[in-house]
């Protein structure tokens, strides 16, 4: 099996990545984060993989951290869930993130990756409760926040419209000891900057 692939990026088409290893290119499928983390082409590059073998054959998943190789193979574990909601899960939101809606058991955030339902999303966080390599971290999330603060101010920019991966980025560089009203001002001004 191959379990890590290292050469030249040598296409980028999402979600789908060819990588060049002394002359043979492999087309690995790869989570938008890992995607957006590639070099440029023609960089060297190096993806852990995920390999599987089929009747129709032989497909091959890359992903930038072990993390995210073990969250992808605990979601493939869930009956009702494939290779293909499996990436758009870790596409949608990062380890941390998705490992902080199941300790919240917070349906609503993995309801909003495209292909996954309400029965779904509620089965991802029945099965994937202490399964995900950073689910020890529930408050790593915002740790500088109180928890009820923090589920505030995530809820406050998710309704003005920012994506999960954007609201959690913000919340992660909070000062501690921030009000709901403090944390969702200084969020914002995080976010403006981008």
Do not use: W
Request: glycine residues 10%; neutral net charge.
């Amino acid at each position: 099996m191959i379990g890590r692939l290292c050469g030249r990026l040598a296409e980028k088409n999402p979600p789908q990545i060819m990588i060049d290893v002394g002359g043979v290119g492999y087309e690995v499928d790869v989570p938008m984060s890992t995607f957006y983390n590639l070099p440029a082409l023609g960089e060297a590059v190096s993806l852990l993989i995920h390999h599987v073998v089929r009747e129709d054959g032989h497909f091959l998943y890359g992903f930038a951290s072990a993390d995210e190789r073990a969250a992808f193979r605990q979601l493939l574990k869930i009956s009702g869930v494939g290779a293909r909601i499996a990436l758009a899960v870790l596409s949608g939101l990062s380890v941390d993130d998705l490992a902080s809606a199941v300790a919240r058991q917070e349906a609503g955030r993995l309801i909003k990756v495209p292909g996954i339902g309400k029965k779904t999303a509620e089965r991802l966080l029945l099965e994937l409760k202490d399964k995900l390599p950073s689910a020890a971290g529930v408050g790593g999330l915002a740790p500088a926040l109180a928890a009820n603060a923090s589920d505030d101010v995530l809820n406050a920019l998710l309704a003005l419209g920012y994506s999960d991966k954007e609201a959690s980025g913000a919340l992660k560089t909070l000062s501690p000891g921030l009000s709901t009203s403090e944390g969702i001002r200084q969020a914002l001004k995080i976010l403006a900057r981008f």
